[in-house]
């Protein structure tokens, strides 16, 4: 089966095709000039585009810092999809071809057998590489066939410490199911609408989706945890109602839009969606408020723009017509299925550091395209293979595909091994690591009780306390000064932060122990604001204040946040900087530098800079200390406490 039949994820008019596969190329082409709207089934630039939304999303995971908003990449694709599924159920039903157990059978031809192979490969090849890579794997095996993995990974794969640990190399597959509940209830609906009624029924239907959906994605809206909005079906479905509705409009007034949208004055405007489209690659970055209160709606409405443009003006479609783009556009599927469990795995092995980013990229990209080109051809030799047997007969055509059929009898044997292997839990290291956060919750939680003790019970619990920890010695650990130790022993502080802090709770209440730590998993920058504003107001605020948060990212109004440190002039606010394995850190820190340099009462304490010259005190996902680490992190920020007041 010849690509240019396909535009790749959709039917096209293959006999068209066919017949004309013997006349020139430039009657042919003239020809596909003079065709209307309603008569064209293979639209070139469409494979432009699609190359244009795999590379965001590609770019997005390997350069996130650079490419921040190329997530949006999967907004455009799911405005092709919609409008490619609605042309072709309208198509259908004009022609009395409808049928909707034939069109489920196209989409299982079409994407099964892809991601068929993405899972036998990465099941017979990942437990070679560690088991860690196969957490969970038969859930997402399932989930994905059964097109609710969307779902499966909010239920079960969406631990917050996933996202630090990041072993997860099948996490992109959430788009997919997403699209495969569409493809399974949309011509459902279509076919009970132009029954019963027409396409204005339909446009309608697909106007109030697209608004109750958009709604939806703004109120569920928290600023702590996108993810529900971003993988459910129900807020992401208004980009591919938006395709549906393009294509709606086009069928009723393509020709006129055709003839209308000629000249230079629309050409420029199509310019204009092209560049907004690649600005928004780079400067929309998916911690921002305005893209899930209207602004990822606004990029779908862009996109279909572009995708109009792309189909009624032939010198517009020429921008995305180039063998690359044809290359790409048609194995964007299945550079889609490939670029995550490359990335993720090869990140992994290869331990990469600023100074190997360059070959770090080049080499991922070069095996995306290998597995992709790979995956892609033996889709068409499946066909092809049927094709044959119906030819030649089946024993007649088997002998050719011999050393195929012991390839994938071995990659099948292998994948059994590791689908049954694959562990359901997460790895010893990231469990002790959540045990650990949960014991210092705990203890955490028992110091607060004590504050609300009668004087004569704190000193009972001061002097048990003190003798406890002459005892075991836990503060001579520490490598602070006799003269640091009894400054930290009368130092009022408040504490405030995320995990990080948690984690190393325990070894700052001992060096602090009139601290007050309020720490908890998951915690933003945001929620921090609000409890210091709070404490402040009540009079509960220590004179030293310790912030330490940004872990979980920059998602908080600046305003807000130099709000909250001109009321505490006069404390003495310590700021700690993040180190984190995620994009954000960066950004963060930046945010951290400019709010310190503001006021003088405000340090900054740098510890992401003594962090990164010791990666053996972190664990796997080199943002939360392991062994010593906690105690080098409390060492280092009653250091700076301490020399600073």
């Known amino acids: 089966m010849r690509s240019e039949k396909l535009n790749n994820d959709w039917e096209i008019d293959s006999t068209r095709n066919e017949k004309e596969e013997g006349k020139p190329l430039l009657r042919r082409r003239a020809r596909y000039q003079e065709q209307t709207l309603l008569q064209r089934r293979y639209i070139q630039g469409i494979d432009g585009l699609r190359s244009l939304a795999v590379l965001g999303v590609i770019f997005y995971h390997l350069m996130p810092k650079e490419w921040r908003g190329g997530y949006l990449g999967v907004t455009l694709f799911f405005v092709i999809s919609g409008y490619l599924m609605t042309d072709i159920l309208c198509r259908q039903w004009q022609e009395n071809k409808f049928s909707i157990w034939k069109f489920y059978g196209r989409r299982i031809r079409r994407l099964l057998p892809a991601i068929l192979i993405l899972f036998i490969a990465c099941g017979a090849v990942l437990p070679f590489f560690g088991l860690e890579y196969m957490v969970k794997f038969r859930g997402v095996v399932y989930s994905t066939l059964l097109n609710i993995n969307n779902w499966w990974q909010l239920a079960n794969g969406g631990n917050y410490f996933d996202q630090f640990s990041q072993i997860t190399p ?334 190393a709770a325990p070894q700052l209440q001992e060096i602090f122990p009139n601290m007050q730590c309020d720490a908890i998993v998951g915690r933003q920058i945001t929620d921090g604001i609000g409890i210091i504003n709070q404490m402040n107001q009540n009079g509960t605020l220590a004179k030293n204040v310790l912030f330490a948060l940004g872990t979980n990212g920059p998602t908080y109004n600046e305003e807000d946040f130099d709000q909250m440190l001109a009321q505490l002039k006069d404390k003495n606010v310590f700021i700690v900087n993040t180190k984190s394995n995620l994009y954000w850190q960066d950004e963060v820190n930046e945010k951290l530098v400019k709010a310190s340099e503001k006021y003088k009462n405000i340090h900054l304490i740098q510890w992401c800079e003594l962090a990164n010259q010791h990666s053996d005190w972190f664990g796997d996902d080199q943002t939360h200390m392991q062994g010593e680490g906690s105690k080098y992190y409390a060492e280092f920020i009653a250091k700076n406490i301490l020399a600073d007041i």
């Open 170 to 503: 099948f996490a992109n597959l959430w788009s997919l199911s997403v699209e495969g509940q569409f493809y399974i209830f949309y011509p459902i609906i279509v076919f009970i609408l132009l029954k019963l009624k027409n396409e204005k029924w339909l446009f309608g239907a697909l106007v109030l989706g697209t608004i109750a959906s958009s709604i939806e994605m703004g109120m569920l809206y928290q600023p702590h945890d996108v993810m529900r909005i971003y993988y459910g079906t129900d807020t992401r479905i208004f980009s591919l109602l938006i395709g549906g509705l393009l294509a709606l409009i086009l069928r009723r007034y393509g020709t006129v839009l055709q003839q209308k949208l000629q000249n230079v004055f629309w050409k420029w405007i199509a310019g204009i969606c092209v560049g907004i489209t690649v600005w928004s690659f780079f400067a929309i970055s998916d911690q921002q408020p305005f893209v899930y209160r209207g602004g990822m709606v606004l990029f779908s409405v862009i996109d279909a723009f572009l995708l109009l443009f792309t189909i009624v003006q032939p010198q517009v479609e020429q921008w995305f017509i180039h063998p690359f783009f044809h290359w790409c556009g048609t194995r964007s599927y299945e550079i889609y299925l490939w670029q995550f469990p490359v990335m993720i795995v090869l990140e992994h092995m290869w331990k990469v550091n600023p100074s190997q980013q360059i070959q770090f990229i080049t080499v991922s990209l070069l095996i995306i395209a290998a597995l992709a080109e790979i995956t892609h051809r033996l889709v068409e030799s499946f066909y092809l293979f049927q094709s044959r047997v119906k030819e030649k007969g089946f024993w007649r055509t088997l002998w050719r595909y011999v050393p195929t059929g012991v390839v994938a009898c071995v990659g099948l044997m292998l994948f059994a091994t590791g689908f049954l292997k694959a562990p359901t839990k997460s790895l010893a290291s990231q469990n002790t690591l959540e045990q650990q956060l949960t014991q210092n919750q705990a203890q955490i939680q028992k110091q607060k009780k004590k504050k609300n003790l009668s004087p004569k019970e704190k000193a009972q619990q001061k002097a048990a306390s003190q003798v406890e920890s002459i005892l075991q010695g836990n503060i001579k650990d520490l490598a602070l000064s006799k003269a640091q130790k009894e400054k930290a022993q009368k130092t009022p502080l408040t504490a405030i932060g995320d995990s990080v802090l948690l984690n």
